[in-house]
């Protein structure tokens, strides 16, 4: 009897975890919940992912057996497996999930794709096992379908698991921008060769990859470097937001006239008020509309939202269905004219040649500030925080889809830490940090 209350138990948690989980990446995406809202969402899930973790290996068993039918159940599961640091098993969760063939509609309505979910999962739970299993694991490369994941984990989490990462690399993976990624996260000197080599790459995605990794070096040398080998290149926008002084403005330009949201997302992360204009233009550009929004929030720390209606499913039909039948979304506004008259009525001056926060001279108490609004989302919050370590040499646990609870404690500590900086930036400057520095 006790069993089967325990599978019972088990079950519940799990798809009350999935569904909390789901709930929570669909209220993450539109702005409407500020992280003091979501800190209650967080409680719950994790409440119920308590219950899983206290059943031990029984509660494991559970969750390798049980058949998973979706985003939620993925993630409730393999954070289980990693918090028992059961790598069996989840390699066994893994393979299933990989497999899995989750219905379009399901994946329109903003669930979690099952891939995102198992590297979620596990980028958001400590493992429980030896290291040395993960290690091994990446290794293997992309002979592994969890390794993916584990190397998205390993630098969410900063493990000590460098040189793994780098002979994995060098095996070969099916997508090695998130491998270039975690390299950079962890610091691992010696992949500095195969991040240089890596800025050569054709895939846009694995050259930035590299460019981010190469800007958390804190080396002067290497940023002047980069620097000048940056014009032309689909890296240049990385280097040009973190490291990029008052020319950086006109070259970041260009790269938004080419239709490069990446560089959209840059020019509001360099904050040059020289860059306004270029923004409030690509308002109008199909593609770069959201980047646009988010940067010119981020610089002015103005909000002007817009109601939209979005169809639930994906399907032609769904499209045509009444207003009412629709799910309504808040998000900034993705139109032009909103904006200027926004600019306009806060009578908001945001000169060239300076970079900007949230209307203020930038700095990196604003650069904090900014991480409290509900409005800056995914992209543009894990950019901030890569700015807070690369401009400012501010090295803090802090990720943009953590527990909201963690992330509110982690930005009151370094609230009330920057007030005792021995070396303040400049507000306002484009400088770089980083060991031994650079104006």
Known sequence: MAIRFNQELFEESLEEAGTLFVRRCQDLDPPELGLSQVRSLDDRLDAHLDLLFFGGKDAADFCRAVPLDGGGAVYAATRTLAHAGNMAALRVTANEALALNVDPNRLAAREPSPAEALRTALAHEPWGGDLGDVQATLVAGGAAPEAEALAYAAGYQRWDVGPALL??????VPTPATWLWALGQIGEAPARDALIEALGASEAPVAR??????????????????????????????????????????????????????????????????????????????????????????????????????PPNADEASRERAPSDADPLWRLSQDEAPWTEALARARLVLA????????????????LSALYSQHLRGQMRALLIDELFVRYGLG?????????????????????FLPQMATKPVPGAFSFQGRGGFA
């Not at 002979?167 to 070969?172: F, N, P, S």
């Not at 990720?399 to 009330?416: C, I, N, S, T, Y």
Request: with cysteine; glycine share 10%.
């Open 209 to 310: 990859a590299a460019a981010l990794a190469l800007c958390r070096t804190e080396d002067p040398q290497l940023a002047h470097w980069l620097l000048a080998q940056a014009l032309n290149q689909a890296w240049a926008p990385v280097v040009l937001a973190f490291l990029g002084g008052p020319r950086a403005a006109s070259l970041l330009a260009k790269h938004i006239e080419t239709g490069d949201a990446f560089a959209t997302f840059a020019a509001g992360l360099l904050g040059d008020g020289a860059l306004v204009p270029t923004l409030l233009r690509a308002l109008t550009i199909e593609g770069l509309a959201p980047a646009a929004a988010q940067a010119l929030h981020l610089m002015s720390g103005i909000g002007p939202v817009e109601h939209v209606i979005e």
């Open 352 to 367: 060239p040649a300076t970079r900007y926060r949230m209307g203020k001279i930038a700095s990196p108490e604003e650069s």
């Open 167 to 172: 002979a994995g690399l060098r095996q070969g």
């Open 396 to 416: 803090v646990h802090l990720r943009a889809d953590q527990h909201a609870g963690r992330q509110l404690r982690v930005l009151e500590k370094l609230e009330g």
